[in-house]
């Protein structure tokens, strides 16, 4: 069997879904390839049986082996292939054969599918049609015959407080008048009351409390009456069964049990403690503050039940990293009708240690091991609190070497992380009013301190800060950093022109081609530039070679100006705000959309505590320069829905960084950069743009980027998926810095024809905790080009890129 075909009312079935519902379907194909029966058709299922009958029908074969290799030895050949066999007969799929009774079943599904879709005539006929080369094409031919429609909606409840609640909340109805008949959305709209109901204090409502039914004897016309009926509740009392009317339950009691475990749950209880309508109880000492472990407790002591409080309380729990996840929530009808509800709860041990080793690797660092140990305190303050301890270190080897040494790992980071994770809003102001407990209000305090040896510019960072967190609705999260401030010391700045090579040759080609060496030797017998700033300020001081060489001058002016910005030392107090929307509904939901906004302030209301300069230098905080600019980001992210393992996905970004205050560029680690495995994938980091220019120097950065990305991602056959996917972007220069030439400025609209553009295909590995990601990255469009022709110059595997990702790039 090699395809299957679904014709519905004399046309080719345009939806994937209906494909779904047959019991046979043909092995799967990648680009009209079935890959995964290729793979098993190399293997023998009895490999095992056929290589000991091959050796005993060739004896002369057996001995041949026997004296080159020991018996041991080719017993490990033996096992080797076997493996290899296994492997193949796993990661494949046996040919599919057409089975009869299968085409009965997919029939009978098809035909039950479309009366589901108020269809009720539909006939499904399905034949073969037998192909060369003994392959079976299955056609299904679907006559659905007019559709029937709501004609009237009957609704009879028995209750009367639930038939007020219905018809407070009938605006959102999914069975209409005059719609086509849709048992789906008959059966949604159940899901829909009882959440309804549940949400407002119905506790005993559930499935069996209602039904739909349809009246079709009106067949002429094609329409057909529904009818919803809603039973009152239903009550087993002493082997017989009555009904009685739905109350509004409310919840009376909250009882939590802060150390409940199997082990435990018979010991009596020796602490306990009230506070705001909820009573905690402990069998030891009470561990917890009451007024803190009650933020995340989102049921309400006196008010109705409802099914999102409960389901809140249980999320929010799991989610202050005390707890084991197994939150057990109990609810208790008391003799007077109301509520008791118990949650128990079991905490994780008070310490934990990790451990994680990555192994990475990049254009800048092609190979490094890193290594984390982390230390998490729990409860530490008695209220939830988490304090995490991490020392990382690197071992790294740096495409950028500059020490004397020739060892492979020459390079090395190493840094150490502080973190108090609290489950509320500390702030000196209350903020309930404006950000509840329902919110899920976090507070993160953290400082920092990591050093590097030979990456770049050795570096030593300190960063402090607190950001708030909190969700404002199911799909709606919000972070402020109220102060985020990192200070980023240079280091070896005197290795400068050895790290940044590319502007020492700049200058050397000067010397070569421009200003013959006279009474001043700059190079050495190799033709090294020597002193590298003395002779750029000897070039900035010559008036006659600004008049006569100014493009030189220029570029001698640039390579100054980028020296001091990347050489200084900064102090970047960061505000920010991030507003991020996502209707992804739970992890297997592949067809949603993210939007992600994001306003950045550096240094802007720390300026006004400092008196500015008598002259044009930036301001100074302890010493060192502040760096003030403003950055607004937005990035768009949209997953339609192809098939259930297949994804299309769109993402777009867009930053700018502009100076601000007596700051005229942004700081280098600021700044946007182009190219990566996450990025434009047809460019290594750092290596495309700004604008029309060509990885004029190592690290190219700017001020303002335009991203967008297309991928689809489909499935291979097993763990295995693929990607074709379409990158475009750069990065441009916005600022009013001399640094920059004309041809890395954003000029507006005409910059368009600067996009780079880049094409490619991965192979990604899903081991479910992670995606082990391979993206081979082509170049489409290179606008630094200067033929005029820039489509597919250099597409071609010799000039692509190759990255190794973990997980999607988006």
């Known amino acids: 069997m090699y395809k299957n075909k679904i014709i519905v009312n004399e046309k080719k079935a345009a939806k994937e879904e209906i494909y779904s519902y047959l019991k046979q379907s043909p092995n799967t194909k990648i680009l009209g390839i079935p890959?995964?029966?290729?793979?098993?058709?190399?293997?023998?299922?009895?490999?095992?049986?056929?290589?000991?009958?091959?050796?005993?029908?060739?004896?002369?074969?057996?001995?041949?082996?026997?004296?080159?290799?020991?018996?041991?030895?080719?017993?490990?050949?033996?096992?080797?292939?076997?493996?290899?066999?296994?492997?193949?007969?796993?990661?494949?799929?046996?040919?599919?054969?057409?089975?009869?009774?299968?085409?009965?079943?997919?029939?009978?599904?098809?035909?039950?599918?479309?009366?589901?879709?108020?269809?009720?005539?539909?006939?499904?006929?399905?034949?073969?049609?037998?192909?060369?080369?003994?392959?079976?094409?299955?056609?299904?031919?679907?006559?659905?015959?007019?559709?029937?429609?709501?004609?009237?909606?009957?609704?009879?409840?028995?209750?009367?407080?639930?038939?007020?609640?219905?018809?407070?909340?009938?605006?959102?109805?999914?069975?209409?008048?005059?719609?086509?008949?849709?048992?789906?959305?008959?059966?949604?709209?159940?899901?829909?009351?009882?959440?309804?109901?549940?949400?407002?204090?119905?506790?005993?409502?559930?499935?069996?409390?209602?039904?739909?039914?349809?009246?079709?004897?009106?067949?002429?016309?094609?329409?057909?009456?529904?009818?919803?009926?809603?039973?009152?509740?239903?009550?087993?009392?002493?082997?017989?069964?009555?009904?009685?009317?739905?109350?509004?339950?409310?919840?009376?009691?909250?009882?939590?049990?802060?150390?409940?475990?199997f082990a435990n749950k018979d010991l009596p209880i020796k602490d306990s403690a009230f506070y705001n309508g909820y009573m905690f109880y402990a069998t030891n000492k009470l561990s917890y503050n009451p007024k803190y472990l009650s933020n995340a407790i989102i049921i309400t002591p006196g008010g109705v039940y409802k099914d999102t409080e409960r389901n809140l309380t249980r999320q929010y729990l799991r989610e202050l990293q005390n707890f084991n996840p197994g939150v057990d929530i109990k609810y208790i009808e008391n003799n007077d009708g109301s509520l008791m509800a118990n949650i128990y709860v079991s905490p994780l041990k008070k310490q934990s240690l990790s451990f994680d080793l990555d192994v990475n690797t990049s254009n800048i660092k092609p190979f490094g091991i890193s290594g984390r140990v982390g230390w998490s305190v729990r409860n530490i303050f008695r209220g939830a609190e988490v304090l995490e301890l991490s020392f990382q270190g690197s071992f790294l080897n740096s495409s950028k070497d500059v020490s004397d040494?020739?060892?492979?790992?020459?390079?090395?980071?190493?840094?150490?992380?502080?973190?108090?994770?609290?489950?509320?809003?500390?702030?000196?102001?209350?903020?309930?009013?404006?950000?509840?407990?329902?919110?899920?209000?976090?507070?993160?305090?953290?400082?920092?301190?990591?050093?590097?040896?030979?990456?770049?510019?050795?570096?030593?960072?300190?960063?402090?800060?607190?950001?708030?967190?909190?969700?404002?609705?199911?799909?709606?999260?919000?972070?402020?950093?109220?102060?985020?401030?990192q200070y980023i010391k240079n280091l070896r700045v005197s290795n400068y022109f050895e790290i940044y090579g590319s502007e020492r040759r700049i200058l050397e080609n000067i010397i070569k081609n421009y200003i013959p060496p006279q009474d001043i030797t700059w190079v050495n017998e190799n033709g090294k530039l020597i002193a590298p700033l003395s002779y750029i300020n000897y070039v900035l001081d010559n008036s006659t070679f600004e008049s006569q060489y100014p493009s030189q001058y220029n570029d001698v002016k640039e390579i100054k100006e980028r020296y001091n910005i990347l050489k200084e030392d900064y102090m970047v107090p960061v505000m920010s705000y991030t507003y991020n929307l996502n209707t992804q509904e739970s992890f297997t939901d592949n067809e949603f959309f993210s939007f992600t906004g994001r306003l950045i302030s550096s240094g802007n209301i720390t300026s006004l505590l400092i008196k500015k300069p008598s002259n044009n230098e930036s301001k100074k905080m302890f010493g060192v320069s502040l760096a003030q600019y403003i950055k607004p980001e937005l990035e768009y992210k949209k997953y339609f829905h192809i098939t259930s393992s297949n994804t299309l996905v769109f993402r777009t970004f867009l930053g700018a960084a502009f100076p601000a205050g007596t700051s005229n560029y942004i700081p280098f680690s600021r700044s946007y950069s182009a190219g990566g495995s996450n990025d434009v994938r047809a460019w290594n980091t750092f290596k495309l743009g700004p604008g029309s220019t060509k990885n004029r120097l190592e690290f190219n950065v700017g001020s303002f980027k335009l991203t967008s990305n297309l991928e689809y991602r489909f499935k291979l056959f097993n763990n295995f998926h693929s990607a074709l996917f379409i990158d475009a972007g750069n990065i441009w220069d916005i600022t009013n810095s001399n640094q920059s030439t004309t041809d890395t400025k954003f000029k507006g609209l005409n910059s368009i024809k600067e996009i780079a553009v880049g094409s490619g295909l991965g192979l990604r590995y899903d081991f479910t905790f992670l995606v082990l990601r391979f993206d081979i990255g082509l170049k489409t469009y290179e606008p630094y080009l200067l033929s005029k022709n820039k489509w597919f110059k250099n597409y071609n595997f010799n000039h692509a890129v190759y990255n190794i990702g973990i997980n999607y790039p988006f």
């Open 35 to 261: 890959l995964s029966l290729h793979i098993y058709n190399l293997t023998n299922p009895n490999y095992k049986l056929a290589f000991d009958s091959y050796l005993k029908r060739h004896p002369k074969m057996e001995n041949t082996l026997n004296s080159i290799f020991s018996e041991k030895q080719v017993k490990g050949m033996d096992n080797a292939y076997e493996s290899f066999n296994k492997w193949f007969l796993k990661n494949g799929n046996p040919p599919v054969l057409l089975d009869s009774a299968k085409m009965e079943k997919s029939a009978l599904a098809l035909r039950r599918y479309y009366q589901s879709k108020g269809y009720f005539n539909t006939e499904v006929h399905a034949k073969t049609d037998i192909k060369p080369v003994k392959k079976a094409e299955v056609i299904y031919n679907v006559t659905t015959h007019e559709p029937y429609y709501i004609d009237s909606l009957f609704v009879n409840i028995n209750t009367p407080i639930l038939d007020s609640i219905y018809k407070q909340n009938t605006a959102k109805t999914l069975v209409k008048k005059g719609e086509r008949v849709d048992y789906a959305k008959m059966e949604q709209e159940e899901q829909r009351l009882i959440s309804v109901f549940r949400n407002n204090g119905i506790y005993h409502f559930g499935n069996s409390n209602m039904e739909f039914w349809l009246d079709t004897l009106n067949t002429d016309s094609h329409k057909a009456d529904v009818y919803l009926k809603i039973y009152n509740r239903a009550i087993e009392k002493d082997d017989s069964v009555y009904t009685k009317p739905f109350e509004i339950k409310r919840v009376t009691n909250v009882n939590v049990f802060t150390d409940f475990s």
């Open 405 to 485: 040494n020739s060892r492979f790992f020459n390079a090395w980071e190493a840094g150490t992380t502080a973190n108090l994770r609290i489950p509320r809003i500390f702030f000196p102001l209350k903020t309930n009013a404006i950000i509840p407990k329902k919110m899920n209000p976090k507070t993160n305090l953290s400082v920092s301190v990591s050093l590097q040896k030979n990456i770049g510019l050795d570096r030593r960072n300190i960063t402090g800060g607190i950001n708030y967190n909190w969700q404002s609705n199911k799909y709606t999260n919000h972070t402020f950093d109220l102060l985020n401030i």
